[in-house]
């Protein structure tokens, strides 16, 4: 396992850890509230791991729309990639469920 880390890297052995809570998730969840619903829909969709053609399909919408709603996703929640989008969104998904129904509401 050295072999994997730095001497200034490796883990503390016996020693508490100073981090308190969850480690960080990529994203910032205060972007949320800048969602559209249907933003909201495929960003929760894809915690569930969906492709964009299951995504397209469950949210009857085209999947090339899909790709253009995660695009600004995305862009929005300052994250570079699907698996972090993913993961922001598993993480953030009651944030992101309760702002997607007040928007539809609206």
Known sequence: ?????THAEQPDKGQPSDRKGPPPTPGDPNAISSLTARECEV???LSTAASN???SRGLG????TV???LTSV???ISVSCRTEAALFAYVHHHHIARHGDACAAA
């Open 1 to 5: 396992m050295s072999q994997l880390f």
């Open 43 to 45: 960003l929760m969709a």
């Open 53 to 55: 053609r299951e995504i």
């Open 61 to 64: 919408i085209a999947e090339r």
């Open 67 to 69: 790709k253009a709603h």
């Open 74 to 76: 995305m862009t929005k």
